[in-house]
Structure formats: C-alpha cells, structure tokens
C-alpha cells in the first residue's frame, strides 16, 4: 500500500475509535412531566464532554498507553540534523504520521524547519514536550540549573511554534529521580515520558539494524523513542510506515492521549 493509502486507512482507524467512544448520557425524565403535556426542555445543561480519546495527563511516569488497542506513539527527540527533522516534517505532511516531538532548543533544525512544523503543530498531528535546552544530565546540576533548563526550552517551543502548554518532559539519557520529576512538574510538566522501544538511533546505525529495533518494538500501545540526529532513518521511512501497515498500527501523539484538564 503506498503513503496514501496508509493515510486512509488511518483515518479509518480514528473514526472507527470515535464511534465506539460514544457519549451516551442518562438523563432522568422529570418528575413533573405529565403525559400529554408538552415536555419542558432540560433544566440543566450537559456537562462539557471531554474530547474522544483524552485522559487528563498523569502525574509521573508513563512508557505505555494506557489501555488496550493498536496505537503506537512514535516520539522523536534532540533535531541535531536540519535534515532529518525537515525529512520527518516531510513524511508527515505527506503520510497523515502523528509524532511527538521533544526537541531541543540548542539545536538550529527547529526554527529552520519552523515554517513547515508549525501547521502540523496547529492541526495537532504533531504534539511538543520538553526534552531541555541543552540536553544536558539533570541529575548532575543543581535545582535552579535544572529549572533553567526545563524553562528555557519551554519558552523556546512558545517562541518558535506557538505551542500551548504541554505536560510531557523527557529527560535527556531518560536520566531523572524524584527531584528531577518534581522539578520538572513545578515548572509545568507533570508527566514524565518515558518509553519502552527504541529504535536504538542515538548513535548511527545501517538500515538494517534500525529496522530490526522497528520490528522488535513497533507494537501495540508502546510508545517508541527516535532521534532526529543521523540520516539513517530517513533512508528507512517507506518500510517503517509499511510495518505499522502491516501490524495494524494507528500512530497517535502523546496529546492525542493526555491532555491538560480544561
Ligand atoms: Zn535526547
């Protein structure tokens, strides 16, 4: 199936999930109705109905969706290559992949693919968290040096994509303890994502080898870390969307899963 055949039957996928997350409300019949009478209208309104698919985001550490289901959330972190964050700005604009995003703002791929990231950004099919400044090993700095860090690069995914507020942090190196997380939820990221495959590309990699890690854990409700850093994987896109194909697999964000309470 080609890219865009993908897309559809990924779109089949999402609305499949929103049929079967119907809203059905029980609504007491008045007391004072009386047959025959005109129904008097509803004295209280619903309540806002959450979006389909959202859970308020939790606080700790998550590796997992929640769940049963076949979603996969593919999270791509650092952007030290203008290229590779441009190929997968690409690839998704071209084949409807939902990723997250944990950039950092040190390195310049972000605001050079800025223009063609921030659509995705607005619509949704690309969701931020905060992967700090300058990917450096929390556990090593103090408390306002890691403030700092987290603080900064918030700032930065406001400044370059207009981002909202998001709860998603990663620690550079998943390094991280109880001060770290606390730290990091003081400053506006209460969940710490964490994953349970990886496509094993922090360091270089031939095709091969990146398949192999895709194939290992491209599976349901697992949330897979990748890197915007060598070109590796870019040489690999075509196959990595056939296996999701192939295994039945709906990519969502982060934010398609958690959200911040309204
Ligand atoms: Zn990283």
């Keep these: 199936m080609d890219r865009r055949g993908f897309v559809l039957l990924m779109a089949a996928g999402v609305l499949g999930a929103a049929v079967g997350r119907g809203t059905a409300e029980l609504v007491a019949e008045p007391t004072s109705w009386i047959p025959g009478a005109v129904r008097p209208a509803a004295a209280t309104p619903s309540p806002p109905?959450?979006?389909?698919?959202?859970?308020?985001?939790?606080?700790?550490?998550?590796?997992?969706?929640?769940?049963?289901?076949?979603?996969?959330?593919?999270?791509?972190?650092?952007?030290?290559s203008s290229a590779v964050v441009g190929a997968f700005a690409e690839l998704a604009a071209d084949t409807g992949l939902r990723l997250t995003f944990f950039p950092n703002g040190r390195y310049r791929s972000?605001?050079?693919?800025?223009?063609?990231?921030?659509?995705?950004?607005?619509?949704?099919?690309?969701?931020?968290?905060?992967?700090?400044?300058?990917?450096?090993?929390?556990?090593?700095?103090?408390?306002?040096?890691?403030?700092?860090?987290?603080?900064?690069?918030?700032?930065?995914l406001a400044d370059v994509f207009g981002a909202g507020e998001t709860p998603f942090f990663r620690p550079p190196y998943g390094s991280h303890d109880a001060r770290i997380d606390r730290i990091a939820a003081d400053c506006g990221h209460p969940t710490v994502a964490m994953w349970e495959g990886?496509?094993?590309?922090?360091?270089?990699?031939t095709p091969d080898e990146l398949l192999a890690a895709a194939r290992q854990w491209f599976a349901a409700q697992s949330i897979v870390i990748g890197h915007a850093n060598h070109a590796t994987v870019t040489t690999v896109f075509d196959e990595l969307?056939?296996?999701?194909?192939?295994?039945?697999?709906?990519?969502?964000?982060?934010?398609?899963?958690?959200?911040?309470?309204?």
Excluded: C, K, M, Y
Aim: hydrophobic content about 40%.
């Design 49 to 80: 109905v959450q979006p389909p698919g959202t859970l308020p985001p939790p606080i700790g550490v998550v590796d997992r969706l929640p769940g049963t289901g076949t979603r996969l959330a593919l999270t791509i972190d650092d952007g030290v």
């Design 110 to 156: 972000w605001t050079d693919n800025a223009r063609a990231l921030r659509p995705l950004v607005e619509s949704g099919q690309v969701a931020l968290g905060n992967h700090t400044w300058g990917h450096p090993d929390l556990r090593t700095l103090d408390d306002a040096s890691v403030a700092e860090e987290i603080t900064r690069n918030r700032r930065f």
């Design 198 to 205: 990886t496509l094993a590309d922090h360091r270089v990699l």
């Design 241 to 262: 969307v056939a296996l999701l194909e192939q295994r039945s697999l709906e990519t969502v964000t982060l934010a398609d899963v958690w959200t911040h309470p309204v």
